[in-house]
């Protein structure tokens, strides 16, 4: 079974901290993505990674950043935590195959900004 | 760009019944591929079916099928015979050739009543 697993399930920070979100999968997958959940938005592409060391912006990159220095690794950093950062957050992973091939997320780790 | 709508923020069905959860999409891309997944209260998101714009037959999935209609851009899932763990939240998404990341609808909120 794919198995994509994050590091927290649940995080609370401060605001103006620095964040790290980690996400781990071990079905050699080429793609990683990073999802952001809230309410009545459904789920928006924050980064993607088809790569080591390679990244793509997504719906919504300010204000994030990742890292992918190992194929089954994929961080997202928040440089500077700020309360309309609090949410759900979503890691997921796939092949990278010419037709489409579903998605595999994590669990989700709900960040909490004060 | 793409765009997936979901226009049920909410259902209600009772065990056993069928339900249609609606989804229509946007995109000018004749190549994509559109997605289901089911994210119970535990917050995983749970992969479903696919459907592929170029597959003749709806896609089916034990008690899933999806109700593809090319022409109207409309992607339906269909649950036949309900259970309580049906319960959950269910997203649609969509991927083309242009994006390999998913993009996700706002979410249908189902409720299955004894």
């Known amino acids: 079974d794919v198995k994509v697993t994050q590091s927290s399930r649940y995080l609370v920070k401060r605001t103006g901290e620095k964040v790290f979100l980690e996400c781990v999968q071990d079905m050699d997958h080429e793609n990683m993505f990073w999802y952001r959940q809230d309410p009545g938005l459904g789920l928006r592409l924050i980064y993607f990674s088809y790569d080591v060391k390679m990244k793509e912006k997504g719906d919504i990159p300010e204000g994030y950043s990742v890292s992918r220095e190992k194929k089954e690794r994929f961080s997202l950093i928040l440089e500077s935590a700020s309360t309309n950062q609090t949410s759900m957050y979503l890691c997921?992973?796939?092949?990278?195959?010419?037709?489409?091939?579903?998605?595999?997320f994590g669990p989700g780790t709900r960040l909490t900004v004060l | 760009a793409q765009k997936i709508t979901q226009t049920q923020p909410g259902m209600f069905v009772q065990e056993k019944e069928a339900v249609t959860l609606d989804c229509t999409y946007d995109?000018?891309?004749?190549?994509?591929?559109l997605f289901w997944y089911k994210q119970p209260s535990s917050g995983e998101m749970i992969f479903l079916i696919y459907?592929?714009?170029?597959?003749?037959q709806n896609a089916t999935e034990g008690r899933y099928s999806l109700n593809f209609q090319k022409a109207r851009k409309s992607a339906n899932l269909v649950i036949s015979a309900s259970q309580l763990g049906d319960s959950a939240m269910y997203f649609c998404a969509m991927m083309d050739t242009g994006r390999r990341a998913l993009t996700f609808g706002s979410g249908t909120r189902l409720q299955v009543q004894p």
């Open positions: 995109t000018s891309d004749p190549s994509y591929g």
């Open positions: 997921a992973s796939s092949f990278r195959r010419v037709s489409y091939n579903e998605q595999f």
């Open positions: 459907q592929g714009s170029y597959d003749q």
